[in-house]
């Protein structure tokens, strides 16, 4: 299997919290502009080719739950993946059985605009690929029931040149990402900043049974004190140093 490096790039609390109206305080926006500035500036510091995402916090920020606009009786797609083009910069959800309602196939997150793909399993429907081909959004199938974690990252690399890519929530995709293995390098940047909610989510969660909770180690790379008193940490996923020395 091949696949991107990929780090977890998120903004919390000092609680860990990942929203909530903490984001609206100063510190919490001043800390939201250094989180954009590590991930998007111009030069970003990772120089990624994209960013993931799940269904929901999808929702949340770009198609708003909107229902996708579906023909029942669209005529039977080609099998398999679908590449609609190839650009510099890619927003990638993760959306195993086809709910997302886009209306475009660019969405544009601040001043940074990128071009869509849908990683579907085999629950996606044949109405609903139908519809992302009449978007132009490129979609990936990555396993019958269940996301193979994987096949979608190496399908990302091949398929579209993608060679560093950052995961972006929730806190149950980043945990699952991190329990598969399949995450590098967690950057944090923590807002002074909190509002006590025990209702909203964490960095990571095991919600879902997607993943479980056993315990992961991380090791400190560096922190730095940002705006606004807001805190950078960098951390490599220490089981995955340690596959790799056994390598």
Request: glycine share 10%; with cysteine; net charge negative.
């Amino acid at each position: 299997m091949e696949r991107p490096y990929i780090f977890c790039h998120m903004l919390t609390s000092i609680d860990g919290k990942i929203m909530g109206k903490y984001m609206d305080t100063p510190e919490g926006e001043t800390a939201g502009e250094v989180f954009y500035r590590i991930a998007f500036g111009k030069p970003p510091h990772y120089r990624h080719q994209g960013w993931l995402s799940g269904r929901v916090t999808t929702d949340d920020n770009f198609t708003l739950y909107r229902k996708p606009k579906l023909d029942e009786n669209a005529p039977e797609v080609e099998p398999g993946d679908y590449v609609a083009r190839k650009t510099s910069m890619y927003y990638v959800s993760v959306d195993p059985s086809g709910k997302l309602g886009w209306e475009s196939e660019e969405l544009t997150y601040i001043d940074t605009k990128a071009h869509v793909i849908e990683v579907l399993t085999g629950k996606a429907g044949n109405s609903y690929k139908a519809f992302l081909r009449k978007l132009g959004i490129s979609y990936i199938i990555a396993g019958d029931d269940i996301l193979d974690y994987g096949l979608a990252l190496d399908k990302l690399k091949n398929l579209f040149g993608i060679e560093t890519l950052m995961l972006g929530g929730g806190g149950v995709l980043n945990w699952s990402f991190i329990q598969a293995g399949m995450c590098d390098e967690v950057s944090v940047v923590i807002a002074p900043a909190a509002d006590g909610s025990s209702d909203t989510p964490a960095l990571f969660e095991t919600r879902g049974g997607l993943a479980t909770d056993t315990p992961i180690r991380f090791s400190l790379q560096s922190a730095e004190v940002m705006d606004g008193g807001s805190l950078w940490l960098r951390y490599l996923v220490k089981n995955i140093e340690e596959r790799r020395d056994r390598t």
